[in-house]
């Protein structure tokens, strides 16, 4: 096979590859969508299905066996629905479970299996609760997936055009300054739009109420977002995969889809838990 044939082959398969990665990314987002506009049982099996689907590609990297998977994220599953539809102190108890559950599972990655079964039962918690927040949930989810959604896109769109300097290659090789100030700007744009947006059905007499609220979590969010993206790549490095999972054709596993996510949202559930502040955002 000579060069042109093998570059068009390799061109061919880079189409095909974003033709993939954008589908499946507004599949996604789609779905995404749906079980927060919901909320309630459509939330909870969402919650059920991305717990169970993280317990099994986090113990998976960790070399456990095929049976300890599926068992790991049968409990998983359990745990994602108790953090959206049980009491508060059912809720605790299904975080310890599944903290416990993952840390049996990785548990011969050493420090790494706490650290990141700590983070993942936390992080997880916390994307789930947010939209079942009694009054504000379906506020605080969408704020989050419009600034998540915004740096992701951007920082690839940024990284993609500009290129320039890369952000930290040992880490991620593909991350540049550009992506990363790109995506940062856009994700904190997205937020001040995304106050104004909510502010037509919860404060229409003064839109620009919580636009500088929304502005500064913005910032904290997706520079949150960013470093979630960053740690799942170093995770991955430690295991030694390229791909949390093969789930998702063109992006890997959930872990991959949604490294960020789950940073903001433990992000955020900090924010709103600190006295004040939430008020501040509505």
């Given at each position: 096979m000579d060069s042109q044939t093998e570059n068009a082959s390799a061109g061919a398969i880079k189409k095909n590859e974003l033709r993939y990665r954008v589908v499946y990314a507004f599949l996604m987002m789609g779905g995404g969508m749906f079980a927060a506009i919901a909320g309630g049982i459509a939330w909870a099996v969402a919650a059920a299905f991305v717990m169970a689907v993280i317990a099994n590609e986090w113990v998976s990297m960790a070399k456990a066996s095929k049976q300890l998977q599926l068992v790991l994220s049968v409990l998983s599953a359990f745990c994602g629905l108790v953090f959206v539809v049980g009491q508060f102190e059912l809720k605790v108890i299904g975080l310890l479970v599944f903290i416990s559950a993952m840390t049996f599972g990785s548990f011969r990655s050493g420090k790494v299996a706490i650290i990141g079964s700590i983070y993942l039962g936390l992080s997880g918690f916390a994307f789930a609760s947010l939209r079942a927040h009694p009054e504000n949930g379906i506020l605080y989810i969408f704020g989050l997936f419009s600034v998540v959604w915004a740096t992701d896109s951007a920082a690839y769109a940024f990284g993609?055009?500009?290129?320039?300097?890369?952000?930290?290659?040992?880490?991620?090789?593909?991350?540049?300054?550009?992506?990363?100030?790109?995506?940062?700007?856009?994700?904190?744009?997205?937020?001040?739009?995304?106050?104004?947006?909510?502010?037509?059905?919860?404060?229409?007499?003064?839109?620009?109420?919580?636009?500088?609220?929304?502005?500064?979590?913005?910032?904290?969010?997706?520079?949150?977002?960013?470093?979630?993206?960053?740690?799942?790549?170093?995770?991955?490095?430690?295991?030694?995969?390229?791909?949390?999972?093969?789930?998702?054709?063109?992006?890997?596993?959930?872990?991959?889809?949604?490294?960020?996510?789950?940073?903001?949202?433990?992000?955020?559930?900090?924010?709103?838990?600190?006295?004040?502040?939430?008020?501040?955002?509505?």
């Open positions: 993609r055009i500009f290129k320039g300097p890369k952000l930290m290659p040992i880490i991620s090789p593909n991350k540049t300054w550009a992506g990363f100030i790109g995506g940062s700007l856009c994700g904190m744009l997205a937020a001040s739009i995304y106050s104004i947006l909510a502010n037509l059905i919860i404060n229409p007499d003064n839109l620009l109420k919580t636009i500088v609220p929304w502005t500064l979590v913005g910032l904290v969010l997706t520079l949150a977002s960013q470093f979630g993206d960053l740690l799942e790549s170093w995770v991955k490095r430690f295991f030694g995969v390229k791909d949390s999972s093969n789930l998702i054709p063109g992006h890997g596993g959930i872990l991959d889809r949604l490294d960020g996510h789950l940073c903001a949202a433990l992000i955020l559930a900090i924010i709103l838990a600190i006295p004040g502040l939430a008020e501040q955002l509505t």
